[in-house]
């Protein structure tokens, strides 16, 4: 069991906004930097947001992250077919001393 | 702009050693101040971070797997490798090397799946 916790699958219609939840704790995202990766099967998983809300170049402005105390989001806005994978949360816990994932969320856009 | 590779066996026969090395071209692993990392995904499951190595060759590892596992830098060849001793069938999956620049994995191998079978 993931010490961050995600929804195990989420949903959406094409055009439409999705949200994608990670919980975690004090010593991980309450106190450092969450990151969202894109993950499509076989393929090399993919930095989508880094430090809560930043974008790396490439990545279009329709995602978007935040955080709000020990958790964070992750919004896909103007959903489309290609924006069907799963998807993870990640942050550095302190007291444990290990990157954390999230148990990641499959994103199906119907 | 930094590419990685992921080599080595993709069988393991159980209760022996799974030796994996990641490649890593467009920059230099003796100058990058770099983490060099090694995440796995089991299979049907997420994604599991292994552990990493500093440029300098001091490492971090997973607690739930660190009695197991080495990960080292060959500055020679520009890699760093990856050694899971007394591997079972939970070790099955596919394994990814990853650069950690600043606070996020910022490069990925395309990953190599690992089947443990006799």
């Known amino acids: 069991q993931s010490v961050l916790t995600q929804p195990p699958s989420a949903s959406g219609t094409p055009g439409q906004r999705v949200a994608i939840s990670c919980s975690g704790s004090?010593?991980?995202?309450?106190?450092?930097?969450v990151n969202w990766y894109q993950h499509l099967p076989g393929t090399a998983p993919k930095l989508l947001i880094f430090n809560y809300n930043q974008r790396p170049a490439g990545v279009p402005d329709r995602f978007s992250g935040s955080k709000s105390g020990t958790s964070a989001s992750l919004a896909i806005s103007g959903l489309q077919s290609e924006d069907e994978a799963v998807y993870y949360c990640a942050a550095w816990d302190d007291s444990l001393d290990v990157w954390l994932f999230g148990g990641g969320t499959k994103l199906t856009v119907l | 702009q930094v590419q990685l590779q992921e080599s080595g066996p993709g069988l393991v026969k159980p209760s022996q050693t799974l030796s994996l090395t990641c490649t890593m071209s467009g920059d230099s692993i003796s100058t990058g101040s770099y983490y060099y990392n090694w995440i796995r995904q089991p299979a049907g499951k997420g994604l599991e971070w292994i552990g990493r190595?500093?440029?300098?060759?001091?490492?971090n590892y997973n607690p739930s797997l660190k009695s197991r596992v080495t990960i080292s830098v060959d500055t020679s060849k520009n890699q760093f490798s990856l050694k899971v001793t007394s591997v079972t069938a939970a070790d099955m999956g596919f394994y990814f090397c990853?650069?950690?620049?600043?606070?996020?994995?910022?490069?990925w191998g395309e990953g190599i799946l690992v089947t443990v079978s006799s």
């Open positions: 190595v500093y440029s300098d060759g001091n490492p």
């Open positions: 004090t010593s991980n995202i309450g106190s450092i930097t």
């Open positions: 990853a650069t950690e620049h600043f606070d996020w994995f910022d490069a």
